[in-house]
């Protein structure tokens, strides 16, 4: 597996107290992913077959701290794949907010094949916007997002705190120049004309 997505999962084991990464995922469930996503990226079936997901277990925003399980992910196909439903054919859900929407690995054979995208269920079957443009980019903002706002124990820290009148904001994921200092590629897809017409904000009205 990408080395540097295996540092990032052990600096979240050794930070949060409560981690929990779930053992590998069965030969059987990778295989039947080849039947949902005609172009299954080799960065998904070598992270599963490292651990079947995991779970950082936050005391607030508890879904922020879960990276979904393929016996989630599967269930979650018998329950709401529809026809005009990305989820389950190019999009392949990564992490839920707790509403139903999700960071997903963007399957799609073309421009920006691999990169990770937000997926808003209430706006349009199109993604939301760009989160980076790779699994491990994507992994190392994470990691460093949930650190940086959490204490061990899985606390939210209080500048972060919703009710701290003086709230931070972590500039990930909404700060895009912050982000490409970090993940040069992500600006070269942002600026991508073609790239851009999968996203319903820019397509025009």
Known sequence: MNTIIEDCINKL????????????ASKKLI??????????????????????????????????????SLDYIFETMEESRTGENPLFTILFPLRNDGFWNFDCMLMNNSIGDGSIVFWDNGTSPDPDHLLASSLEKYFTFLTDYLITRYHQNGQIKFEYDINNPKMLN?????????ITNFDSKFAELENDNEFKKLFYTRKPM
């Open 13 to 24: 084991s050794n930070y949060f107290d409560e981690f929990e990464i779930n053992p590998p």
């Open 31 to 68: 295989q039947n992913l080849d039947q949902f996503y005609p172009h299954l990226n080799n960065e998904i079936i070598e992270f599963y077959s490292y651990c079947n997901g995991f779970n950082v277990n936050l005391q607030q925003e508890y879904n922020k701290g879960i990276i979904l």
């Open 170 to 178: 972590y500039p990930w994921p909404y700060n895009y120049k912050w």
